[in-house]
């Protein structure tokens, strides 16, 4: 029994999960433990996970238990390390997650359906959609036991994040990395906005186009074509060049009454292989040869005409560079992979339809040589009235099969099939995007690159792999186009007069307040609907300058979250700088090229830093049969019910045992329910040292003398020394498992079976008080409700002084306990265990009954293990004899790693009689446990046997009376003399015992 100290938390005497987490959440509140954290690390270091923030309107699901469960492993760890652990969740709250849903509900299709309804009034149903959001999340948080749920968030639509978000505009513009340009960029039409690169890096889908070869007149020559391939018909309408390449061969071949241009690598392909048609090669050359040849427009629309004397005619390829290649932070160019040939002989015929104003390399080509890039494209994808009156309104995609048709009716389509290739979507609506030419705002990358890629090497990342495929990201990444032709989100705080073109960058309300026009007033809200109709007075030309009506990526507004979510620079800024750059940062590897990588530029753009010191990269969570979950599928597991079915505790530690974090996880809520399992084998761990423990214990420092006890304290610090270790590299698996192994598998079922007979003993006690409280400690980051609980009853036994667990430090080895020999020798001992009760299953010899001998062979290390944990193996293998032979005996065996062991199997009387003695206890302990008694609780016994066992019994009453807790046994010559209130009857081999017991 313990020694007095109250419990504040009820009993609970089986391990129900849902029971401990109830108790323990109500122990937390109402002794404020979260917000007493701070308070106990007063003066210590800070250390700063920040939050990657989820879109606040959507769902939680398991997948994000496991990213939920990391984050908080890592903040618990470190707070037990001794770290003042900064904790703030976050919720991302603007952008098209939220705008695609409210135009659904309000059954608005286009920007101009959201203009003719008023920007205040689309901007306050956004608002409504996502208030109050949070709360589905923060009690998810609150159920998983995740720190974060007990602390007030930052949502990236307050006030204070937007202000923070203009002044950081304003540092890079005055910095300059902050400008505007005009290029090709994919665009949705559905959304009506522009979307950067790494938007749809993960938005492919395979689609079907069509492929189509044309026929391009040479201007001044008869039937003579130059013959061209694309699969987007559309981008023909604003077709400024063709190019061929200079080294390659060219060819003009007749076909009938026509002379075809093309590449000679390409002729079979395409005009025997796709024609099926005979030719004739009339001329060969080299295509340096054609540069400068006219060719007549493929159509007569508004947008062919007035091009200047540089369209429409053929020009030479030249190598597009993929990505700068920084080697020792010095540009290099001698890398050939660097780049990429305009013009290939892989497909089409060897000459390419160039359009500028539709096209990244288009374009890049285009500059090169000064081409005009047109693009009659509208913000809804529809031709402008310069694609001609025909064409004009209809969706660029849509309009394919009528620009086809008149190609056909013109005689200049050669070939029309089909191509099925990978065609970027939108990553929030799903449709096709397409290039448009349009003018965008760009934070400049090149210039800071060199920075970026030599600060990255000193980012740890977890794993190491991810450090590799960051800095490639980084080096092919281009200019960021920042700006989003939406509404619901921060609002780009730049300022134009339409006059003399002034530009001003704002950085702050009181900034805005100072040089607007009029008061603009209170200025709680900085969305569009508040500061589109504030005018600033231009200092330049005296004229009213306009807010650009365009607002940031999204993207940005969570990439400048380490002082946003603070505040800074207008509050928090002592605080801010002495958390930056953020200790940690835990999302899922695909944030390389998205947060991690708008993180790390605006870190370093900003203060000149990178955001963040480590990286720990989360793995997909699949489902069983691999596939991703989706609410198509039908396969997606809310978190709440993972959590309700498994538990808690179970479901974190299932996240930190089955596989590496940074793997794909098929999530198994099986293998989530065998985690519990070994929770239950803890508890059971604790009520047997509760039961066993001495009446009024008071736990000391243990003072090992046997084997045991000596082995289970080495393994104890050893797991001390292993564990943070393996924490600290983002290792949970390994962590998790030697976590569950040590209580399972040494302590458990190794270390209690070995002492079960001593477990009243005051040094057994003071060694399972010293596993147990310990043990607790370092799981406790992982299972933070059972360890809460254990340890508020654990405390009770020994000086503990913490009000909870999770204000503990984390264990540290005591070196000195460590005991590498030992441990070996134990190890082995367990294989020959293992071994022998194999051998005993296949002889049916049950693991009560004794055997003779026990004969072990093997190695050196085996001999050493016999020799020096005899009375263990004797123990523990249930044999009268275990002795180490050179040579093996004739008898039964079965191998283990690094030897064999032989079992006797033959039983004399003595060892029949022994078996009977341990069947009658095992009989009569679990009666009394059916039964409802406590094992301090004696009983009144009377025996009846015939025949050999009632001799036997005769003489070992006195161990009977010890072993089955009885105040007093009598052995009876008949039934009828039996006493008792309950029953026992035993059937052994030949003998029949029956016996009757009471209180």
């Not at 989820?54 to 470190?78: E, I, L, M, Q, S």
């Amino acid at each position: 029994m313990p020694s007095g100290r109250i419990f504040s938390m009820r009993a609970i005497e089986r391990y129900d999960s849902k029971a401990v987490e109830e108790e323990v959440r109500a122990f937390w509140k109402e002794k404020r433990i979260p917000q007493g954290l701070a308070e106990h690390r007063k003066g210590a270091k800070k250390y700063f996970l920040l939050d990657g923030p989820p879109y606040v309107n959507g769902t939680p699901h398991v997948g994000h238990v496991k990213t939920t469960a990391c984050k908080d492993v890592w903040t618990r760890f470190k707070y037990m390390q001794g770290y003042d652990t900064y904790i703030q969740p976050g919720f991302d709250c603007h952008g098209l997650p939220v705008e695609v849903v409210v135009q659904k509900e309000l059954g608005v299709r286009t920007k101009q359906d959201i203009d003719a309804m008023g920007i205040d009034r689309f901007d306050d149903a956004c608002l409504q959609k996502i208030l109050n959001n949070e709360k589905a999340w923060m009690d998810y948080y609150l159920q998983l036991g995740a720190w974060r749920a007990y602390f007030e968030p930052y949502f990236t639509y307050k006030k204070y994040y937007m202000e923070s978000a203009w002044w950081t505009a304003k540092a890079l513009h005055e910095k300059g990395f902050l400008v505007e340009g005009e290029t090709p960029t994919f665009w949705c039409a559905h959304c009506e906005t522009v979307l950067s690169g790494y938007e749809v890096s993960d938005s492919y889908k395979d689609l079907t186009d069509p492929s189509l070869y044309v026929k391009f007149k040479v201007k001044g020559a008869k039937n003579e074509y130059l013959v061209a391939w694309t699969t987007t018909p559309w981008t023909l309408i604003s077709n400024v060049a063709l190019f061929v390449h200079p080294k390659e061969t060219y060819v003009k071949a007749r076909v009938g009454e026509e002379t075809y241009i093309m590449a000679k690598a390409r002729l079979d392909a395409v005009l025997r292989g796709i024609l099926e048609t005979d030719f004739e090669i009339i001329e060969e050359f080299p295509g340096e040869r054609l540069s400068g040849m006219e060719y007549e427009p493929l159509f007569d629309v508004p947008a062919q005409k007035s091009l200047g004397d540089k369209a429409h005619r053929v020009y030479l390829s030249i190598h597009i560079m993929k990505f700068k290649r920084y080697k020792k932070h010095k540009l290099t160019n001698s890398d050939e992979e660097e780049y990429e040939e305009f013009v290939t002989m892989a497909d089409g015929s060897g000459i390419v339809h160039c359009a500028p104003g539709h096209g990244a390399s288009d374009h890049y080509v285009g500059k090169h040589y000064g081409l005009p890039a047109v693009s009659p494209v509208d913000e809804q994808g529809c031709f402008t009235s310069k694609a001609g009156n025909e064409l004009k309104g209809k969706f660029v995609k849509a309009a394919d099969k009528e620009i086809i048709e008149r190609l056909k009716d013109e005689g200049k389509l050669l070939h029309l099939g089909k191509v099925t290739h990978a065609y970027p979507l939108c990553w929030r609506c799903k449709n096709p995007l397409i290039y448009r030419l349009t003018k965008q705002w760009y934070f400049k990358i090149d210039e800071i690159k060199e920075k970026m890629l030599d600060a990255s090497e000193g980012v740890k990342w977890m794993p190491s792999f991810g450090k590799e495929a960051f800095g490639n990201w980084l080096e092919q990444s281009g200019d960021w186009c920042i700006s989003r032709q939406r509404y619901w989100a921060i609002p780009l705080p730049i300022w134009v007069c339409p006059k003399c073109g002034r530009k001003e960058v704002i950085g702050s309300v009181a900034e805005l307040r100072e040089k607007a026009e009029k008061d603009p007033g209170e200025l709680d809200d900085l969305h569009r609907h508040t500061v589109d109709s504030i005018k600033l007075k231009c200092v330049t030309c005296g004229g009213s300058m306009e807010r650009v009506k365009d607002v940031f990526d999204v993207w940005y507004d969570s990439g400048i979250s380490p002082w946003a979510s603070l505040g800074y620079p207008f509050r928090n800024k002592e605080l801010f700088e002495s958390m930056f750059p953020v200790d940690l940062i835990n999302e899922s590897q695909d944030q390389i090229r998205g947060w991690f990588y708008t993180l790390f530029f605006a870190g370093m753009a900003a203060h000149g830093k990178p955001a963040f010191k480590n990286v720990a990269m989360m793995g997909w969570v699949v489902d069983e049969k691999g596939e991703k979950m989706s609410k198509s599928l039908g396969n997606v597991i809310p978190a709440k019910e993972g959590i309700e079915k498994v538990g808690a505790d179970a479901i974190r530690l299932y996240y930190c045992w089955e596989i590496a974090p940074w793997d794909v996880q098929k999530f198994s809520m099986h293998s989530a329910s065998e985690v519990q399992k070994a929770l239950n084998i803890l508890w059971n761990s604790f009520a047997f040292f509760r039961m066993y423990a001495p009446n009024g214990f008071r736990a000391s420092a243990p003072s090992p003398e046997t084997p045991e006890d000596r082995w289970i304290l080495s393994r104890l610090n050893t797991l001390a020394r292993e564990v943070p270790a393996h924490v600290e590299n983002f290792e949970f698996h390994h962590a998790g498992r030697k976590l569950m192994r040590f209580i399972v598998d040494d302590y458990s079922r190794w270390y209690v079976k070995l002492t079960r007979d001593r477990a009243s003993d005051e040094q057994c006690a003071n060694a399972m008080y010293k596993c147990l409280v310990e043990t607790t400690k370092m799981l406790a980051p992982f299972c933070p409700f059972i360890t809460e609980y254990l340890y508020g009853q654990l405390k009770q036994y020994g000086d503990e002084r913490e009000e909870s667990v999770h204000y503990c430090l984390y264990p540290k080895p005591d070196e000195s306990r460590i005991d590498g020999n030992l441990e070996e020798r134990m190890d082995v001992a367990m294989r020959v265990a293992e071994a022998v009760n194999s051998l005993r299953r296949e002889q049916n010899i049950k693991l009560r009954w004794p055997v003779r001998a026990v004969i072990v062979t093997g190695d050196e290390r085996v001999a050493k293990a016999v020799h020096e944990l005899q009375s263990v193996l004797i123990n523990s293998l249930n044999s009268v004899s275990v002795t180490y032979s050179d040579t093996e005996p004739g008898l039964p065996f079965k191998e283990f790693d690094g030897g064999k062991a032989f079992l006797d199997p033959k039983r004399d009387e003595e060892l029949l009689n022994q078996a009977l003695f341990r069947e009658l206890v095992r009989a009569i302990q679990a009666s009394r446990k059916q039964n409802g008694f406590n094992v301090s609780e004696r009983i009144s016994l009377s025996l009846h046997a015939a025949g050999k066992p009632a001799f036997f019994l005769q003489e070992c009453l006195e161990d009977l009376k010890e072993e089955v807790g009885a105040k007093g046994v009598v052995l009876v010559p008949t039934e009828a003399e039996m006493k008792g209130d309950f029953s026992v009857e035993l059937k052994f081999e030949d003998a029949l015992v029956k016996a009757k017991y009471s209180r």
